[in-house]
């Protein structure tokens, strides 16, 4: 057996059985149908995963145009662009849907799909962030830390959430929900008015050298979900253990053991945040992007726990990554004479190759171990099942 599924641990596949729970109004009355309808464009014969993969295209599409016209995440883009990033972000969440409704319609649900879909929408997340950050032309600053720590956040709240009730909740207002189409929203208003009218909007003059903006606004809501999302994800992990335990004493052992299980998030954005806060020029595309890739491998592990039925795994050796990234650079720069800015960049880079190769192996063994036990294709159907009719 591969390093992440023990060899007594990958028969529990068998009793996987995927639990949702949609409390959406929006998704239940006007998406579903939608849904529903459009699942039926695919061909009978289009494997779940490849629908996944290509809903993540458009966002990877959405993120070169931005790296293409604004490098610097800091100017203006062509007015095409915010409706290409709408149209791009609208049919990931599109394609995200569809592609269970696909496993479903051709009986190919299973646990490799949830374990597909859920970390290709782990990379979203930051992914997205990013286009976000350039379309608000707020460059590369505190401000991108904070953003991708808050949506990361609830991302690891989510899956934390479902390891321990075994069951995926979407409250009333939901990130993949409601959070995507106001996104999508913002994104055809900038190209109607433009960045500058639309983010930039004076709201507020705290003092001569202080005035809160409309972009402000984005991140105030970025925290109140935080905080809404994280009492939400406590209720539902406590309210579980409250109805499974047999006893008061094995109740608030499991909740408090559930809890410590978030500090590793914590920590990890804690050395981001240092990292950053001691040398800014950390802050770049490369450096952000490689932090996005850990957290996925690390979420990951989250579902390949839940799916095997195994411990949560507490510690991921990648987490340490961004902070011997600055030691190194700052080694190089002080001890061998390096110049500061290069030191940044090689570091970054390097750390961006490791974490890539970390998540890449990783996917690799989990998915072959996966599809070996299971006998099922990563991106074509092999064994063909009756077709549920929506």
């Not at 592609?99 to 992914?127: K, M, W, Y």
């Not at 505190?142 to 690891?156: C, D, E």
């Not at 539902?236 to 499991?254: G, M, P």
């Given at each position: 057996?591969?390093?992440y599924?023990?060899?007594n641990?990958?028969?529990?596949?068998?009793?996987?059985?995927?639990?949702?729970?949609?409390r959406?109004?929006i998704?239940?009355k006007?998406?579903?149908p939608?849904?529903?309808?459009?699942?039926?464009?695919?061909p009978e014969?289009?494997?779940?995963?490849?629908?996944?993969?290509?809903?993540f295209?458009?966002v990877l599409?959405?993120?070169?145009?931005?790296?293409?016209?604004?490098?610097?995440?800091?100017?203006?883009?062509?007015?095409?662009c915010?409706?290409?990033?709408?149209?791009?972000l609208f049919?990931?969440?599109?394609?995200?849907?569809?592609?269970?409704?696909?496993?479903?319609?051709t009986?190919q649900?299973?646990?490799?799909g949830?374990?597909?879909?859920?970390?290709?929408?782990?990379?979203?997340?930051?992914v997205s962030?990013?286009?976000f950050?350039s379309v608000?032309?707020l460059?590369f600053s505190?401000y991108?830390?904070?953003m991708?720590?808050?949506?990361?956040?609830?991302?690891?709240l989510?899956t934390?959430?479902?390891?321990?009730t075994?069951?995926?909740?979407l409250?009333?207002f939901s990130?993949?929900?409601?959070?995507?189409?106001?996104?999508?929203?913002?994104f055809?208003l900038?190209?109607?008015?433009g960045?500058e009218a639309f983010?930039?909007?004076?709201?507020?003059k705290?003092?001569?050298?202080?005035?809160?903006?409309?972009?402000?606004?984005v991140?105030?809501?970025?925290?109140?979900?935080?905080?809404f999302?994280v009492?939400?994800?406590?209720?539902?992990?406590?309210?579980?253990?409250?109805?499974?335990?047999?006893?008061?004493h094995?109740?608030?052992?499991?909740?408090?053991?559930?809890n410590?299980?978030l500090?590793?998030?914590?920590a990890?954005?804690?050395?981001i945040?240092?990292?950053?806060?001691?040398?800014?020029?950390?802050?770049?595309?490369?450096?952000?992007?490689?932090?996005?890739?850990?957290?996925?491998?690390?979420?990951g592990?989250i579902?390949?726990?839940?799916?095997t039925?195994?411990?949560?795994?507490l510690?991921n050796l990648?987490m340490i990554?961004?902070?011997?990234?600055?030691?190194?650079?700052?080694f190089s720069t002080y001890?061998?004479?390096?110049d500061?800015d290069k030191?940044?960049t090689?570091?970054s880079?390097?750390?961006?190759?490791?974490?890539?190769?970390?998540?890449?192996?990783?996917?690799?063994?989990?998915?072959y171990?996966?599809?070996q036990?299971?006998?099922?294709?990563?991106l074509?159907?092999k064994?063909?099942?009756?077709?549920?009719?929506?």
């Amino acid at each position: 057996m591969g390093f992440y599924v023990p060899a007594n641990k990958i028969a529990n596949l068998s009793k996987y059985k995927y639990q949702s729970e949609d409390r959406s109004i929006i998704s239940q009355k006007i998406l579903k149908p939608f849904w529903n309808k459009f699942v039926n464009v695919y061909p009978e014969w289009l494997a779940p995963n490849v629908i996944t993969l290509s809903g993540f295209a458009f966002v990877l599409i959405n993120l070169i145009t931005c790296v293409i016209v604004a490098p610097d995440f800091q100017t203006e883009h062509p007015s095409w662009c915010y409706y290409s990033y709408a149209i791009g972000l609208f049919l990931y969440q599109t394609f995200d849907a569809c592609d269970g409704l696909q496993a479903r319609r051709t009986g190919q649900s299973g646990p490799l799909g949830e374990l597909f879909d859920h970390c290709i929408d782990s990379l979203n997340t930051t992914v997205s962030m990013l286009v976000f950050t350039s379309v608000t032309m707020l460059g590369f600053s505190g401000y991108t830390v904070f953003m991708q720590f808050a949506l990361l956040m609830n991302f690891y709240l989510s899956t934390w959430e479902e390891y321990h009730t075994h069951k995926l909740f979407l409250s009333e207002f939901s990130g993949p929900v409601e959070g995507i189409l106001i996104i999508i929203a913002s994104f055809i208003l900038t190209g109607i008015v433009g960045p500058e009218a639309f983010w930039r909007m004076e709201i507020y003059k705290v003092t001569d050298s202080f005035t809160i903006e409309s972009f402000h606004l984005v991140f105030a809501f970025c925290g109140l979900a935080l905080i809404f999302n994280v009492i939400y994800a406590q209720k539902n992990v406590a309210i579980y253990y409250k109805n499974n335990s047999s006893s008061k004493h094995e109740c608030d052992r499991k909740i408090r053991d559930s809890n410590i299980q978030l500090l590793p998030f914590f920590a990890f954005f804690a050395t981001i945040f240092l990292v950053s806060f001691l040398d800014s020029k950390f802050i770049n595309l490369t450096f952000i992007f490689s932090n996005g890739l850990i957290f996925a491998f690390v979420v990951g592990r989250i579902i390949v726990a839940h799916l095997t039925m195994q411990k949560f795994p507490l510690y991921n050796l990648p987490m340490i990554l961004p902070l011997t990234s600055y030691i190194a650079a700052t080694f190089s720069t002080y001890a061998l004479g390096f110049d500061s800015d290069k030191a940044v960049t090689y570091a970054s880079l390097i750390q961006l190759g490791l974490s890539l190769g970390i998540h890449g192996s990783f996917l690799s063994d989990i998915i072959y171990e996966f599809s070996q036990y299971l006998d099922i294709w990563v991106l074509r159907i092999k064994h063909p099942k009756v077709v549920k009719k929506y």
